[in-house]
T-cell receptor
Framework: GQQLNQSPQSMFIQEGEDVSMNCTSS?????WLWYKQEPGEGPVLLIA?????ELTSNGRLTAQFGITRKDSFLNISASIPSDVGIYFC???????????FGKGTRLSVIA | EAGVAQSPRYKIIEKRQSVAFWCNPI?????LYWYQQILGQGPKLLIQ????????DSQLPKDRFSAERLKGVDSTLKIQPAKLEDSAVYLC?????????????FGSGTQLSVL
């Protein structure tokens, strides 16, 4: 099936630093979603993107739908300890295809 | 608004035993999904329902896995018999409609350990 390449696999940052992570696919996607998962819980939707070039913010989080439609980026500004978790990108080629997930970026924030 | 409900939260069984998971989606959501998440991986789709019909079960190991959503609301996923490699978190998600713009909302999952 379709694979998404998500990087980096893990990050250790100091509280207050900004964070960037990205996701790429081998085919064109019409939808990009970013989720956060904490231990023992299901993924929680952070941001949804539907148009190439779209830039959407949710508090300190900003995500972009790449112009090529084959990639997406998530930025977290001024990180805080509660940002710790695993961030997943997910994408869909069309309305009739399933949502596929990347392998996640594990974020650790050092206070 | 209540979220996606799943039970049980944890299950430990021996290989070759059977197990069933239950999911109640967000009220009014037509689509329901079962995902398998192996430790260190992203969720992988097992089966997708639209109301009470199966839309996509191409990645469901049908020799041992089965799922149903008889009345188009809650759903059950069964494994019979379980193998060691079935140890994973089983996540249920629901969405309001099947389309490019659909957002998926997940339950907390059932963590299965097969010994």
């Amino acid at each position: 099936g379709q694979q998404l390449n998500q990087s980096p696999q893990s990050m250790f940052i100091q509280e207050g630093e900004d964070v960037s992570m990205n996701c790429t696919s081998s085919s064109i996607f019409n939808t990009w979603l970013w989720y956060k998962q904490e231990p023992g819980e299901g993924p929680v939707l952070l941001i949804a993107l539907y148009k190439a070039g779209e830039l959407t913010s949710n508090g300190r989080l900003t995500a972009q739908f790449g112009i090529t439609r084959k990639d997406s980026f998530l930025n977290i500004s001024a990180s805080i300890p509660s940002d710790v978790g695993i961030y997943f990108c997910a994408g869909r080629e069309s309305g009739n295809t399933p949502l596929v997930f990347g392998k996640g970026t594990r974020l650790s924030v050092i206070a | 608004e209540a979220g996606v409900a799943q039970s049980p939260r944890y299950k430990i069984i021996e290989k070759r035993q059977s197990v069933a998971f239950w999911c109640n989606p967000i009220s009014g959501h037509a689509t329901l999904y079962w995902y398998q998440q192996i430790l260190g991986q992203g969720p992988k789709l097992l089966i997708q329902f639209q109301n009470n019909g199966v839309v996509d079960d191409s990645q469901l190991p049908k020799d041992r896995f089965s799922a149903e959503r008889l009345k188009g609301v809650d759903s059950t996923l069964k494994i019979q018999p379980a193998k060691l490699e079935d140890s994973a978190v089983y996540l249920c998600a629901s969405g309001s409609h099947q389309s490019t713009n659909e957002k998926l909302f997940f339950g907390s999952g059932t963590q299965l350990s097969v010994l």
